[in-house]
C-alpha cells in the first residue's frame, strides 16, 4: 500500500494551481496608486511585522502569496520584517489566543510611533469560529488599538494590497483609526 502510494506520487504530474484572481490590470492599478502616495508619516517603504496569534493558518498562506512573484510586495515599497523595533504596522492574523496576549502586547509596547495594528481576517475581527472556546482571548482589538480590519475569511492577497493602501491614505491624512477596508 505505501510503496503504492509512493510510486503514484512519483510518477504522478503536479496539479497546477490556478492563476490568482488578481489581473495584472489590477495590481497595476494598485502599484500607480501607491507610487502616488506622498509618505510624510513614514518617509520610506513601510515596514511590517506580523503576527499569527493563534490561526489555522489560511490567513497566513494568503500574506505569504504577498511576497511570491505575481503580487512581489517589495516593488511597491511595503516589506515584511523580523523585528518589531524596525515595523510601522503590525498584522495580525487568528483570534488571539490567551497564550498570545501578552506576546502580541509586547510586540506592539516594541514597535516605535507612529504604529498601526491591521487585523487580517474575520477571525482576528472577533474570533470568528473560535469565538467563546476557553482558550480565546477575544479578537485582536480585545488586546491592542486597531487600526484597520481587512475582512476575509481568508482576504484575498488583493485586498490586503487595498487595505494598506487604504491605511497609507489615513497615515498621510492624519486620520488613521478604525478603518474598513
Known amino acids: 500500500m505505501t510503496r503504492r502510494l509512493l510510486l503514484e506520487g512519483l510518477l504522478r504530474r503536479p496539479l497546477p494551481e490556478p492563476v490568482p484572481p488578481a489581473t495584472p490590470e489590477m495590481l497595476a492599478e494598485l502599484e500607480a496608486a501607491l507610487a502616488a502616495r506622498p509618505r510624510p508619516p513614514l518617509g520610506r517603504s513601510l515596514s511590517i511585522r506580523h503576527v499569527d496569534a493563534g490561526s489555522y493558518n489560511a490567513a497566513e498562506l494568503e500574506m505569504h502569496a504577498l511576497g511570491n512573484a505575481f503580487y512581489d510586495i ?3 515599497g511595503l516589506r515584511f520584517v523580523a523585528s518589531p523595533r524596525h515595523a510601522d504596522v503590525l498584522t ?17 509596547d516594541a514597535m516605535p510611533e507612529p504604529r498601526w495594528v491591521v487585523a ?26 486597531v487600526d484597520l480590519h481587512i475582512p476575509g475569511s481568508p482576504p ?3 485586498l490586503i494590497l487595498s487595505g494598506l493602501l487604504a491605511l497609507l491614505d489615513a ?3 492624519g486620520s488613521a483609526g478604525a478603518i474598513q477596508a
Open 171 to 173: 497615515a498621510a491624512k
Open 74 to 76: 517589495e516593488r511597491f
Open 156 to 158: 484575498r492577497p488583493a
Open 120 to 145: 487580517i481576517g474575520d477571525e482576528a475581527r472577533d474570533g470568528g469560529l473560535f469565538a467563546g472556546s476557553y482558550a480565546v482571548a477575544g479578537g485582536v482589538s480585545a488586546v491592542l488599538p
Open 92 to 108: 495580525v492574523t487568528g483570534p488571539v489566543s490567551r497564550n498570545m496576549a501578552e506576546a502580541l502586547r509586547r510586540t506592539y
